[in-house]
């Protein structure tokens, strides 16, 4: 018990070292943040409590307590080594109604190597800390070297990116703004202005879970190109996207062709289309369109949730259009609203409903709706809602 209050305070009072810094130049940063997140669910059918052996109410509220802590350290001009720890205290319904929740939450988002520990695992609350960036990187002229834990951020387009094939991310969760990263060789030449080639291989102990691959950007009609050609866990993987303008709209897109190199796998093809505009009075507008021959068309839109996410497949379902708008309300308040809508036979449908007010410098309160609805049997319903009230400071 002394071991864990010891750790507690001492990953939740780190941020007040970024005031402590002197204003001579330093050699080194940290910056971060604290998320404090409420969290209501409704379920249209009782939710079981696996640790009772029982059903529970069809609501339940949960809680999380999300610090994160970045540091930077610039030895010279060439080298910078990155370090971002993400630490999280887990407790409310979800925690008590799931058996072992600590090592459920250990298993997501590590690579190669293990750099998580469940610092507390009890019946009601755990706490959760982790390294999701540990990078050496070496940058000299053009050219970039980076080796260690690294988000190697291939996709182009808002929602969906099939180019995404180290590490790629689901729309729904909107609370790890960072995304995660792979363990991994990086390298990156600069060929020109907007041009570049890159070579990266991630960790592995066997060749069938490896992934390597090549990325070519380069830009040609005022439209930035990049093409793709890898291999990853049993696939070859062919590719390729690209960023531009129609007329004043923003238009993106990219696509990826998996080969499997075993005969007992079906190929697969994903590929994504999108178009944004803002208008002269602040509002923002996204349309796009995802194409993923992996996706179903049967499964319950909870999958949205748990489902096995890849760049192979990057949704449950085989179709979906997104739609999304924002505007500014006031200069501290602003609104969104985010449609996903799948045209297959359940006929899937997600709504993620935004507000965010800046309450003061570093300060926001966030109120965030995710409800899904989908057609059964029974006819059309929604089996889950949820509500996040979300305030963070930044520093």
Same mark, same amino acid.
């Given at each position: 018990?002394?071991?864990?209050?010891?750790?507690?305070?001492?990953?939740?009072?780190?941020?007040?070292?970024?005031?402590?810094?002197?204003?001579?130049?330093?050699?080194?940063? @940290?910056?971060?943040?604290?998320?404090?997140?409420?969290?209501?669910?409704?379920?249209?059918?009782?939710?079981?409590? $696996?640790?009772?052996?029982?059903?529970?109410?069809?609501?339940?509220?949960?809680?999380?307590?999300?610090?994160?802590?970045?540091?930077?350290?610039?030895?010279?001009?060439?080298?910078?080594?990155?370090?971002?720890? #993400?630490?999280?205290?887990?407790?409310?319904?979800? @925690?008590?109604?799931?058996?072992?929740?600590?090592?459920?939450?250990?298993?997501?988002?590590?690579?190669?190597?293990?750099?998580?520990?469940?610092?507390?695992?009890?019946?009601?609350?755990?706490?959760?800390?982790?390294?999701? #960036?540990?990078?050496?990187?070496?940058?000299?002229?053009?050219?970039?070297?980076?080796?260690?834990?690294?988000?190697?951020?291939?996709?182009?387009?808002?929602?969906?990116?099939?180019?995404?094939?180290?590490?790629?991310?689901?729309?729904?969760?909107?609370?790890?703004?960072?995304?995660?990263?792979?363990?991994?060789?990086?390298?990156?030449?600069?060929?020109?202005?907007?041009?570049?080639?890159?070579?990266?291989?991630?960790?592995?102990?066997?060749?069938?879970?490896?992934?390597?691959?090549?990325?070519?950007?380069?830009?040609?009609?005022?439209?930035?190109?990049?093409?793709?050609?890898?291999?990853?866990? #049993?696939?070859?993987?062919?590719?390729?996207?690209?960023?531009?303008? $129609?007329?004043?709209?923003?238009?993106?897109?990219?696509?990826?062709?998996?080969?499997?190199?075993?005969?007992?796998?079906?190929?697969?093809?994903?590929?994504?289309?999108?178009?944004?505009?803002?208008?002269?009075?602040?509002?923002?507008?996204?349309?796009?369109?995802?194409?993923?021959?992996?996706?179903?068309?049967?499964?319950?839109?909870?999958?949205?949730?748990?489902?096995?996410?890849?760049?192979?497949?990057?949704?449950?379902?085989?179709?979906?259009?997104?739609?999304?708008?924002?505007?500014?309300?006031?200069?501290?308040?602003?609104?969104?609203?985010?449609?996903?809508?799948?045209?297959?036979?359940?006929?899937? $449908?997600?709504?993620?409903?935004?507000?965010?007010?800046?309450?003061?410098?570093?300060?926001?309160?966030?109120?965030?709706?995710?409800?899904?609805?989908?057609?059964?049997?029974?006819?059309? #319903?929604?089996?889950?809602?949820?509500?996040?009230?979300?305030?963070?400071?930044?520093?």
């Amino acid at each position: 018990m002394l071991k864990t209050r010891y750790i507690t305070f001492l990953l939740f009072s780190l941020p007040l070292l970024a005031y402590a810094q002197e204003e001579e130049p330093r050699k080194w940063s @940290v910056n971060g943040y604290v998320k404090n997140m409420q969290t209501l669910l409704f379920f249209n059918e009782a939710f079981p409590d $696996l640790q009772q052996g029982q059903l529970v109410d069809t609501f339940i509220q949960d809680n999380l307590i999300h610090n994160r802590l970045n540091f930077r350290w610039y030895p010279d001009d060439n080298w910078q080594l990155r370090a971002d720890v #993400r630490t999280r205290v887990f407790y409310g319904g979800l @925690v008590q109604a799931s058996p072992d929740y600590g090592a459920q939450i250990d298993d997501v988002n590590n690579d190669y190597f293990d750099l998580s520990a469940v610092v507390f695992n009890g019946n009601s609350w755990v706490m959760h800390t982790m390294l999701d #960036r540990l990078y050496l990187q070496y940058t000299k002229d053009k050219l970039e070297v980076r080796l260690g834990r690294q988000r190697i951020n291939w996709g182009i387009s808002t929602v969906w990116n099939p180019n995404d094939i180290f590490n790629a991310f689901a729309f729904t969760d909107f609370d790890y703004e960072e995304r995660p990263g792979s363990d991994a060789l990086r390298l990156r030449y600069y060929t020109g202005f907007a041009s570049s080639i890159e070579l990266a291989v991630g960790a592995f102990n066997n060749f069938d879970e490896a992934t390597f691959a090549g990325l070519w950007k380069f830009n040609q009609w005022s439209y930035d190109f990049q093409l793709l050609a890898g291999y990853t866990r #049993r696939n070859i993987a062919l590719g390729g996207g690209w960023a531009g303008n $129609l007329s004043n709209a923003g238009f993106k897109g990219e696509f990826t062709y998996f080969l499997p190199t075993e005969e007992a796998v079906d190929e697969a093809f994903a590929a994504t289309i999108g178009l944004d505009y803002s208008f002269s009075n602040s509002l923002y507008a996204n349309l796009g369109y995802l194409y993923n021959s992996e996706g179903g068309s049967r499964a319950s839109v909870t999958n949205l949730f748990d489902f096995e996410l890849s760049a192979r497949n990057l949704y449950p379902y085989r179709h979906a259009v997104f739609a999304q708008a924002s505007y500014p309300c006031t200069p501290l308040l602003n609104s969104s609203l985010a449609l996903i809508y799948s045209p297959v036979q359940v006929n899937a $449908l997600f709504i993620n409903p935004t507000l965010t007010y800046s309450i003061k410098a570093n300060w926001d309160l966030d109120l965030i709706g995710q409800i899904t609805f989908d057609e059964e049997a029974e006819g059309y #319903r929604s089996p889950l809602q949820a509500v996040f009230l979300r305030l963070k400071w930044s520093y």
